[in-house]
């Protein structure tokens, strides 16, 4: 169940309900009046939830499901156990979709400029003009709020941290020391979309942000919330200006990325890991502890820990320099010759 400081609760639904909007089918019309309270990714789904299977890779994963019900392909229905219904569509991730804008609703700051009667703040806040603080939001002792930063509803921000002016943080919890400077931005929607029968439809982005102790970001970075698990970064990351965190990223202890980096949705990276300015990592892809990914290199596949990567696509750093030096000295044998 999405984290309800942040999300309305907007079930229950039948399934019934949730094929007419999706336009899928259930295999046993019985199953219709059959009540659902939340969507989830099949990991997390219980009985009173509705998932969805996309990709043979899952369909072993679905042969395990507690959930009521899934979205699934019509070649993947034999997958599911008894007791989980089947609503057969050809795309599960636009009836996933679908379900969850039906079933839940982002909160949004309500109660104009401001701080909202319903936010709590311990003794020695001090806030700069224009900031607007949403109802339930939690700032902790000795925090600095920056002129028209914008805290959102349920938003917990912990003891002694700095957040500079024009920032935005919602979906958050965030711990103490925290360093967000200005013109950041916390918690908005991770990139997500699925391809509909009348185009591109938006995957509701149901996870939050966990900034932990003592983290850094940057002036102009972003960092969005998870699609349904949390985007999580690690004690004392220190994160540059303008980097580029998607949706789903955790990242470890003490890492450290310069200016223009960018990581991509559901990457996982380990304690010490180092990036230089404008590196790149494709999505779902491990970083181990203490790799070190040089500038501008573009990461396609898994780092081991302690290895240095560079170049595009990025390989070990060494491979990548001798590569470089070889193409080098053959152009500068074919010029000579010409």
């Not at 499901?65 to 795309?91: E, H, N, R, Y």
Request: net charge neutral; with cysteine; proline share 6%.
């Amino acid at each position: 169940m999405p984290d309800p400081r942040f999300f309305e609760d907007l079930g229950p639904v039948t399934l019934f309900d949730l094929a007419g909007l999706t336009g899928a089918v259930l295999t046993d019309p019985s199953q219709g009046v059959r009540q659902v309270q939340a969507v989830s990714v099949m990991a997390g789904a219980g009985p009173d939830s509705v998932t969805f299977v996309s990709g043979r890779k899952f369909v072993a994963q679905a042969r395990e499901t507690k959930a009521a019900a899934c979205f699934i392909t019509p070649d993947s229905v034999d997958a599911l156990p008894q007791g989980c219904a089947a609503v057969v569509m050809a795309s599960p991730q636009v009836g996933y979709a679908l379900a969850a804008g039906r079933l839940h609703r982002p909160r949004m700051a309500t109660g104009g400029k401001g701080v909202h009667p319903g936010a709590v703040l311990e003794p020695n806040v001090q806030l700069g003009p224009g900031v607007v603080i949403g109802a339930g939001a939690q700032i902790g002792r000795g925090t600095r709020i920056g002129a028209n930063t914008v805290i959102g509803p349920g938003v917990a921000i912990g003891r002694d941290c700095e957040i500079s002016a024009n920032v935005t943080v919602g979906f958050a919890l965030i711990g103490d020391r925290v360093r967000v400077l200005a013109g950041a931005v916390i918690g908005e929607p991770g990139f997500g979309a699925a391809v509909g029968p009348t185009g591109l439809i938006d995957i509701p982005q149901l996870g939050r942000v966990i900034l932990q102790d003592g983290v850094g970001i940057g002036a102009n970075s972003t960092v969005d919330r998870g699609a349904f698990e949390d985007t999580v970064i690690g004690e004392n990351t220190k994160i540059d200006n303008m980097v580029q965190i998607a949706h789903n990223v955790r990242i470890g202890r003490n890492c450290v990325m310069a200016a223009h980096t960018g990581i991509s949705g559901s990457v996982t990276i380990g304690d010490g890991a180092q990036f230089g300015g404008r590196a790149g990592v494709a999505d779902h892809l491990t970083i181990g502890s203490g790799a070190r990914i040089g500038a501008a290199a573009g990461v396609l596949r898994d780092v081991p820990a302690g290895e240095t990567w560079g170049g595009f696509p990025a390989r070990p750093v060494r491979q990548w320099m001798r590569e470089t030096a070889w193409i080098t000295r053959q152009v500068s044998r074919k010029e000579g010759d010409s």
